[in-house]
């Protein structure tokens, strides 16, 4: 596809459960990043992916948020033990190298802990 | 952390030249500005950004001033289209961290 996908786009579990987003960027883009929003705020920052390594998770609220790239493309966000702040929407984004910065969103993923 | 300050919400009448302004007093020399906007409901959009020099495209103009301290993003002819959030943010090396931004309301 032409833009960043992000799947599921809704999704409800209850508290407690376990979870992953996937985000599929744009293809041949090294850098991802992942976002939460809460209404009504802006997107937080959560971790930034150069390539296959996570050049900085310090966004990462607590150690029941992990992430991965395996191979340098998509990325899951996983979220272990869910409570019910952990609901938001998670955007994930990518940018080419020669445009840091110039970073294209996907449409998000709504997670709900119910 | 953001870096950057914004009022939290703006008007602008349909036809009007939008100008929302930002607030980096703090940004250091190798820090590009760069503004956003989100859509109810959409990820947020690349607009516009600059280091020194004012920049123009499709979409806005920016004006950065002098010492680099504030900036403002003008949208020429604003519609009804351009209500959104928009976020101001200053990054460094692929740091991108958000802030509240500005809700811009277009009226008719």
């Known amino acids: 596809g032409a833009g960043v996908s992000q799947t599921p786009s809704n999704k409800v579990t209850e508290k407690g459960k376990y979870v992953e987003l996937r985000c599929d960027p744009i293809?041949?883009?090294?850098?991802l990043y992942w976002y939460r929003q809460s209404l009504g705020q802006g997107p937080e920052f959560l971790i930034y992916?150069?390539?296959?390594?996570?050049?900085?998770d310090s966004g990462l609220p607590n150690d029941r948020f992990f992430a991965v790239r395996p191979e340098g493309s998509v990325s899951t966000l996983k979220i272990q033990r869910t409570e019910r702040g952990d609901s938001a929407v998670y955007l994930c984004?990518?940018?080419?190298?020669?445009?840091?910065?110039?970073?294209?969103f996907g449409q998000g993923t709504r997670l709900t802990v119910v | 952390d953001a870096k950057t300050t914004q009022p939290p919400s703006m008007d602008c009448a349909e036809g009007r030249a939008a100008n929302l302004p930002c607030n980096h007093s703090?940004?250091?020399?190798?820090?590009?500005v760069y503004w956003y906007r989100q859509i109810h409901s959409q990820g947020p959009q690349y607009i516009i950004h600059?280091?020194?020099n004012n920049e123009t495209n499709e979409m806005a103009s920016l004006i950065i001033t002098e010492d680099r301290k504030s900036s403002t993003l003008i949208l020429p002819h604003a519609t009804l289209r351009d209500t959104a959030v928009y976020y101001c943010?200053?990054?460094?090396?692929?740091?991108?961290?958000f802030g509240a931004g500005t809700r811009l309301t277009v009226k008719p």
């Open positions: 293809s041949g883009h090294t850098a």
């Open positions: 992916f150069q390539g296959t390594g996570a050049a900085d």
């Open positions: 943010i200053a990054v460094n090396n692929n740091d991108m961290r």
């Open positions: 600059g280091l020194k």
């Open positions: 984004a990518s940018s080419g190298s020669g445009a840091w910065g110039e970073a294209f």
């Open positions: 703090t940004i250091s020399g190798n820090e590009y």
